[in-house]
């Protein structure tokens, strides 16, 4: 079995973050919904994006004017004070949505994060030419891995660089994707980071807890979306997400 993330240290920052700025004896509520695609990214003009096919959806948390958000395979509601969050157990994927989705609206509260609504429509599209111009100035032309099928990205590397997609999705495993074939996310990782120059990982491995295969490889890695936005800048990793608000 693989190892997942331990999720202590981001419990204990933001109980940290809790007392420091008396949000527990406040016990404000959090309210977490389940957004609709269209509520989520508008009309991006294609229908391949995993949340428009029903293998994801993006919970949202609220406090007061302040939004979190996460990617997860199992959305469901919450409502609970956000010291409950440092104590919980994150045993599920739901567990960790909640307490992901929630953490980025504390942090986003408390202005220790940004961009943490995803982008609508045109966004993905926009992202991923803003992307290719970051890699190209700060890298080069690099072998690159993406984990985690994002359409809009996959189709933009592809015509760029030498590309090998990752995902977990058995419906798109052995399938070509944007001329790409796309293989199982869950692999030897030894073998892709002697390959790969840089990895893009999708910031929805901070749910599944699988993100602890990437926080020790070798080679740079670029995390996107909003669902990693509060541990990214809790933990100093490298995060890309220009056309989320």
């Known amino acids: 079995m693989k190892k997942t993330y331990d999720f202590k240290k981001l419990q204990n920052i933001l109980k940290t973050l809790v007392n420091e700025y008396g949000l527990h004896d406040e016990e404000i509520d959090i309210t977490c919904s389940v957004l609709t695609p269209k509520q989520a990214i508008g009309d991006p003009g294609r229908e391949d994006f ?7 959806k993006l919970m949202q948390a609220c406090i007061e004017t302040s939004y979190g958000q996460a990617f997860t395979d199992m959305p469901n509601g919450y409502k609970g004070k956000i010291k409950d969050l440092t ?3 994150l045993e599920t994927n739901y567990d960790r949505a909640v307490f992901i989705s929630c953490l980025n609206a504390v942090l986003c509260k ?3 994060t940004n961009h943490t609504i995803h982008c609508k429509d045109d966004g993905p599209k926009k992202c991923s030419i803003k992307l290719i111009e970051k890699i190209q100035k700060e890298y ?4 690159i891995a993406l984990f985690g099928y994002q359409p809009a ?3 933009a590397l ?13 419906a798109n495993i052995g399938k070509e994707k944007q001329g790409v074939l796309i293989e ?3 692999c030897e990782m030894q073998a892709i980071d002697e390959w790969a120059d840089l990895f893009l990982v999708t910031g929805s491995t901070i749910c ?3 993100i602890i295969q990437f926080l020790t490889l070798n080679k740079p890695v670029i995390y996107f979306g909003t669902t990693i936005a509060g541990a990214a800048a809790l933990l100093g990793l490298n995060r890309f997400c220009p056309e989320s608000s």
């Open 158 to 170: 592809h015509d760029k660089f030498p590309l090998r997609i990752f995902d977990l999705d058995v």
């Open 110 to 112: 408390l202005e220790k």
């Open 140 to 143: 080069g032309k690099p072998k």
């Open 153 to 155: 990205m996959a189709e």
């Open 208 to 210: 599944n807890g699988s």
């Open 50 to 56: 995993p949340i428009q096919k029903g293998k994801e």
């Open 87 to 89: 104590e919980m157990k």
């Open 184 to 186: 199982e996310g869950m």
